[in-house]
T-cell receptor, first 110, second 113 residues
Framework: SQQGEEDPQALSIQEGENATMNCSYKTSINNLQWYRQNSVRGLVHIILILSNEREKHSGRLRVTLDTSKKSSSLLITASRAADTASYFCATDDQTGKLIFGQGTTLQVKP | GAGVSQSPSNKVTEKGKDVELRCDPISGHTALYWYRQSLGQGLEFLIYFQGNSAPDKSGLPSDRFSAERTGGSVSTLTIQRTQQEDSAVYLC???????????FGPGTRLLVL
């Protein structure tokens, strides 16, 4: 069964704008990870947040985690054309497997 | 150092044939994972290996799918009697330890005609 659900499915913004995408999950987790996938670099891990953390920053990325609501959000600030990709949240199911959401497709227009 | 590599990058086969997909993890990584990604979809977990422990095969969709990991390094995913619904990109990942960040290979794109 699918653990992560992402919203929106697709997002199109202008370069320089911020992009926010959300992820909901179903069961208890140890951590939540976000991945980016494009044709150039494939699937790449971008940020991980532990279940006892509420917010984490990495460059232009900001991730929040609300374990009471079983949800997370990824904010990309000052977006660039190179940020165009599909973004997936992934949660561990506490047995080592990562369960991925269906992804959000982000298009950043120059 | 080198990342995760997979071969072949593309594979076209006829329905009913067997295929083998190979994954070379990052050297020293103890955990290795296989996923499947259908067109426009997220990743579906298939199997993972952790050190010398028995693999977690809970994600394998049928008994036509099997995988092994030799010497704690290279892994092979075998699909017997392929079906058209097996067409997907098969991604391999490795991590230094269990439950840590996974590093993905470029995938093998399988097309079953």
């Amino acid at each position: 069964s699918q653990q992560g659900e992402e919203d929106p499915q697709a997002l199109s913004i202008q370069e320089g704008e911020n992009a926010t995408m959300n992820c909901s999950y179903k069961t208890s987790i140890n951590n939540l990870q976000w991945y980016r996938q494009n044709s150039v670099r494939g699937l790449v891990h971008i940020i991980l947040i532990l279940s006892n953390e509420r917010e984490k920053h990495s460059g232009r990325l900001r991730v929040t985690l609300d374990t009471s609501k079983k949800s997370s959000s990824l904010l990309i600030t000052a977006s660039r054309a190179a940020d165009t990709a599909s973004y997936f949240c992934a949660t561990d199911d506490q047995t080592g497997k990562l369960i991925f959401g269906q992804g959000t497709t982000l298009q950043v227009k120059p | 150092g080198a990342g995760v590599s997979q071969s072949p990058s593309n594979k076209v086969t006829e329905k009913g044939k067997d295929v083998e997909l190979r994954c070379d993890p990052i050297s020293g990584h103890t955990a290795l994972y296989w996923y499947r990604q259908s067109l426009g979809q997220g990743l579906e977990f298939l199997i993972y290996f952790q050190g010398n422990s028995a693999p977690d095969k809970s994600g394998l969709p049928s008994d036509r799918f099997s995988a092994e990991r030799t010497g704690g390094s290279v892994s092979t995913l075998t699909i017997q009697r392929t079906q058209q619904e097996d067409s997907a990109v098969y991604l391999c990942a490795s991590s230094l330890f269990f439950e840590e960040t996974q590093y993905f290979g470029p995938g093998t794109r399988l097309l079953v005609l």
